[in-house]
């Protein structure tokens, strides 16, 4: 049983950067970033492979937001750019037991409890 705890969240005024982070407690293979805003389904937002080689983006934030990983730290990060409003969300962290890109969230096993993000106009 891994646990994921994210930390990073905060305020941020539009335009402005944040940077999340996911520590895990244990190795880990695939990991992503999804988010959830009031009112709405999760929606995928970032992934990573086990190694670090290959990384994905949803459209909405491609350019804006960086997935990485320090696998000797178990831990993983989102930097987020650029920041708009339509950012705010709770954002969780996900690992799962694949090595490479994972865009499901039904296939990840193990899920953060959530940090909130707040971009304000």
């Known amino acids: 049983q891994v646990q994921l705890v994210e930390s990073g969240g905060g305020l941020v005024q539009a335009g402005g950067s944040l940077r999340l982070s996911c520590a895990a407690s244990g190795r880990t293979s695939a990991m992503g970033w999804f988010r959830q805003a009031p009112g709405k389904e999760r929606e995928f937002v970032a992934a990573i492979s086990w190694s670090g080689g290959s990384t994905y983006y949803a459209d909405s934030v491609k350019g804006r937001f960086t997935i990485s990983r320090d696998n000797a730290k178990n831990t993983a990060y989102l930097q987020m750019n650029s920041l708009k409003p339509e950012d705010t969300a709770v954002y969780y962290c996900?690992?799962?037991?694949?090595?490479?890109?994972?865009?499901?969230?039904?296939?990840?096993?193990?899920w953060g409890q959530g940090t909130q993000v707040t971009v304000s106009s």
């Open positions: 996900a690992a799962g037991g694949y090595t490479g890109i994972v865009v499901t969230p039904e296939k990840y096993n193990y």
